[in-house]
């Protein structure tokens, strides 16, 4: 679940910005799982986590061990890690480009591009078929 909603505050204002992976797994993961359950009516869900997301759901699954019985699966893609001494070259030149270059708040604005070039049905079809999978 990601949105750019806010009562207050807009994607512009710092303070849009300020929170970490604690309040995160600690505030909105157990609400995220809870709004899933309640709107769909099912009992289980499968978790696909994209690198915050899947890092969320290792923190998440921990500091709410009750909801683990609400998850089928979880797929975690690519969970954020922090590299110190890569021997991959070509690691070592993407970590010497300016954080600014891959994007403030936003990776790159991918999350925005890609909500407006893919379809809302092929997002929901792929849930359908992995909710499938685990029942």
């Not at 505030?27 to 009516?41: A, C, M, R, V, W």
């Not at 300016?98 to 849930?127: A, H, M, T």
Request: contains cysteine.
């Amino acid at each position: 679940m990601y949105g750019q909603n806010h009562c207050e505050r807009t994607i512009h204002d710092d303070s849009f910005w300020d929170y970490t992976i604690d309040d995160l797994i600690l505030y909105d993961f157990e609400s995220q799982i809870k709004y899933i359950l309640n709107h769909t009516g099912q009992e289980k869900i499968a978790y696909i986590g994209q690198s915050q997301g899947a890092a969320q759901v290792f923190g998440g699954v921990c500091v709410h061990p009750h909801l683990t019985k609400h998850i089928g699966c979880i797929i975690a893609i690519s969970p954020a890690i922090i590299l110190k001494n890569p021997n991959n070259l070509l690691i070592q030149a993407l970590m010497k480009i300016p954080p600014n270059w891959w994007g403030k708040r936003e990776f790159l604005g991918l999350v925005s591009i890609g909500q407006r070039i893919i379809p809302k049905w092929f997002v929901g079809q792929c849930g359908i078929r992995v909710s499938n999978i685990i029942k």
